[in-house]
Nanobody, 114 residues
Framework: QVQLVESGGGLVQAGGSLRLSCAASGSGFSNNAVGWYRQAPGKARGLVATITRGGSAGYIEDVKGRFTISRDNAKNTVSLQMSSLKPEDTAVYYC????????WGQGTQVTVTS
């Protein structure tokens, strides 16, 4: 089974950039689409971006033009490059297989200050 570890979060001022990484172990990663999700305090977890096994990316409107998702199947990693960050981007960010996910990892905290 696939296991997921997120990293790269931190504290950044509005307008700044951050790059998140999702490292996968086990079988199945390269054969599945992957999504980045986020959960803000008091809010439900929601999808942010997806990438297919072939590298086709999709984004929600709130992050389109600011976030870029990419993957390196040889290294079993998926990245999320975040630019022009806003305070409303503050959340714990998670990755998972999409749409059929596995057990969630611990996530990585992104905090954007104004």
């Amino acid at each position: 089974q696939v296991q997921l570890v997120e990293s790269g979060g931190g504290l950044v001022q509005a307008g700044g950039s951050l790059r998140l990484s999702c490292a996968a172990s086990g079988s199945g990663f390269s054969n599945n689409a992957v999504g980045w999700y986020r959960q803000a305090p008091g809010k439900a977890r929601g999808l942010v971006a997806t990438i297919t096994r072939g590298g086709s990316a999709g984004y929600i409107e709130d992050v389109k033009g600011r976030f870029t998702i990419s993957r390196d199947n040889a290294k079993n990693t998926v990245s999320l490059q975040m630019s022009s960050l806003k305070p409303e981007d503050t959340a714990v960010y998670y990755c998972n297989l999409h749409p059929q996910g596995v057990t969630w990892g611990q996530g990585t905290q992104v905090t954007v200050t104004s």
